[in-house]
């Protein structure tokens, strides 16, 4: 299990082990890809996330000024897109990255706190440039897989019912299917007030390791700072894992 050391002013202090109890490891199979570098581990929270307020400077830190780690870097965007169409996926206009759908709103003054998980979730994304998936995993059922869609895999991925067609696109699947990416994440399996623990995916591109290395230890740290612990993910030994 690890637990993060990095500071970035009010947002990250330093974590003492102390503060951590063991969390099941989760089990994940992850296809060969070249291009694919990723962090995966799960998350334990104290309270509901119903009940756990963001903190301001968790907050604070969804702007695009605040004091990060890490830095916008166009190469991160085009690694990524590449990354997406190693399968064949175009991740072009509605089917952008997500970390790129941050940068709009960030830069639009409309990203606002969802719930403190993914909140987390989003200040690491926007800044490292690397999309990052959260699943709830009490809505989720195992095994799971990391792989890319088959033709004709879709699902819905908001509450009205809207579907993204996948194929061809890097994805978490879990029994039912697929449930997450680097584009938008399943309806069925997304945070709610009542979740406990989620299973968190940073997708990182081949070249950019220990950036991933530095985004997955911020982003610990920030989950941290909620009183939540973080449990390594057991991967397959065909994947490959930062």
């Given at each position: 299990?690890?637990?993060?050391?990095?500071?970035?002013?009010?947002?990250?202090p330093?974590?003492?082990?102390?503060?951590?109890?063991?969390?099941?490891?989760i089990?994940?199979?992850?296809?060969p890809?070249?291009l694919?570098?990723?962090?995966?581990?799960?998350?334990s929270f104290?309270?509901?996330?119903?009940?756990?307020?963001?903190?301001p400077?968790l907050?604070?830190?969804?702007?695009?000024?605040?004091?990060?780690?890490?830095?916008?870097?166009?190469a991160?965007?085009g690694?990524?897109?590449?990354?997406?169409?190693?399968?064949?996926?175009?991740?072009?206009g509605?089917?952008?990255?997500?970390?790129?759908?941050l940068?709009?709103?960030?830069?639009?003054?409309?990203?606002?706190?969802?719930n403190?998980?993914?909140?987390?979730?989003?200040?690491?994304?926007?800044?490292?440039g690397?999309p990052?998936s959260?699943?709830?995993l009490?809505?989720?059922t195992?095994?799971?897989?990391?792989?890319?869609?088959?033709?004709?895999?879709?699902?819905v991925?908001?509450?009205?019912?809207?579907?993204?067609d996948?194929?061809g696109?890097?994805?978490?699947?879990?029994?039912?299917g697929a449930?997450?990416n680097?584009?938008?994440?399943?309806?069925r399996?997304?945070?709610?007030?009542?979740?406990?623990?989620?299973?968190?995916v940073?997708?990182?591109?081949a070249?950019?390791?220990?950036?991933?290395?530095?985004?997955?230890?911020?982003?610990?740290a920030?989950?941290?700072?909620?009183?939540?612990?973080?449990?390594?993910a057991?991967?397959?030994p065909?994947?490959?894992?930062?």
């Open positions: 299990m690890k637990t993060a050391r990095m500071r970035c002013g009010e947002i990250a330093a974590l003492r082990a102390s503060q951590f109890h063991t969390v099941h490891p089990q994940i199979n992850i296809d890809h070249p694919l570098r990723i962090a995966v581990f799960s998350t104290p309270v509901p996330l119903g009940e756990l307020s963001t903190p400077a907050s604070d830190a969804l702007r695009l000024d605040a004091p990060a780690p890490l830095q916008r870097d166009e991160v965007r690694a990524v897109r590449d990354l997406l169409r190693h399968g064949g996926y175009k991740p072009t509605r089917g952008k990255p997500a970390s790129e759908y940068v709009r709103a960030a830069t639009e003054g409309a990203l606002g706190s969802i403190a998980a993914v909140d987390a979730c989003n200040v690491v994304s926007l800044h490292s690397f990052i959260v699943v709830d009490d809505r989720a195992a095994p799971f897989r990391i792989g890319i869609a088959d033709e004709g895999t879709s699902y991925f908001n509450a009205s019912g809207q579907e993204i996948v194929t696109l890097l994805c978490l699947f879990d029994a039912d449930c997450a680097a584009v938008r994440d399943s309806q399996t997304k945070t709610r007030a009542e979740t406990r623990s989620t299973l968190g940073v997708w990182g591109c070249g950019f390791e220990q950036r991933l290395a530095i985004a997955e230890r911020w982003y610990r920030l989950l941290g700072t909620l009183g939540a612990t973080t449990t390594d057991v991967v397959s065909t994947g490959v894992v930062a």
